[in-house]
């Protein structure tokens, strides 16, 4: 599977026509789209014009075409033409590292969100992914309250990773946070992470649902 992390820094009073163009954007690709798994369109933490992007489609061919072959994908392009952004929007392409449900997810208004962006050392790639891939099946299987948890390696950075979480609430991110399965990858990270490269860490809710 093939997903997208994205962010956007919107002008203050562009705010309502930026989330209005999302939106149509997000509602006709989960309801056209038969191969598109998840669009979540969602706002900072801490910044109500700072908003992301989280999207998964079975290939990355079927977000080549159909979706950016759409006349909601072009609305969306054409908006973006009228400098609506106080700085250029970022997105982190990349491929999913493990199996995942093909399945439409439907998001929930107020869930708790993280995008982050992490560079491993070549030597511990393959380490890596078997304690992250240890992280995730404990979020999983072990976290009532751990909504989602995927991963992947970005389409154009080897060794650059991506992660999409999503909880309830805070109390499950903090629930999380304070599992064994996340101790053993916080002190894996200390010697596999590329510190020439900057830990990102995006935190945001939900602000709309998938099938509005």
Known sequence: PFAINVKFNVKPERRQDFL??????????????PNSIQFVLGQDIDDDNIFYLHEEYKSQDDH???????????????????????????????KLVHETSDTKIKNVE???CLNVELSIKPECRDEFLLVM????KGA??????????????NIDKPNTFHLHEQYVS????????ASVHFAKWTQFA????????????QKW????DSTE
């Open 133 to 136: 891939g240890n992280n995730k």
């Open 64 to 94: 080549k075409d159909p979706h950016s072959k759409t006349t909601y994908y072009d609305d969306c392009m054409n908006f973006f033409a009228t400098e609506p952004l106080t700085e250029p929007h970022i997105a982190d392409e990349y």
């Open 110 to 112: 107020g869930v708790v």
């Open 170 to 177: 805070q109390e499950g991110l903090d629930f999380h946070n």
């Open 20 to 33: 209005n163009v999302m939106r149509s954007n997000m509602y006709q690709t989960m309801t056209t789209e």
């Open 205 to 208: 809710k939900v602000i709309a």
């Open 190 to 201: 200390g010697k596999a992470l590329d510190i020439s490269k900057p830990l990102i860490i």
């Open 140 to 153: 999983d299987e072990d976290e009532d309250l751990c909504l989602q948890f995927v991963f992947g390696e």
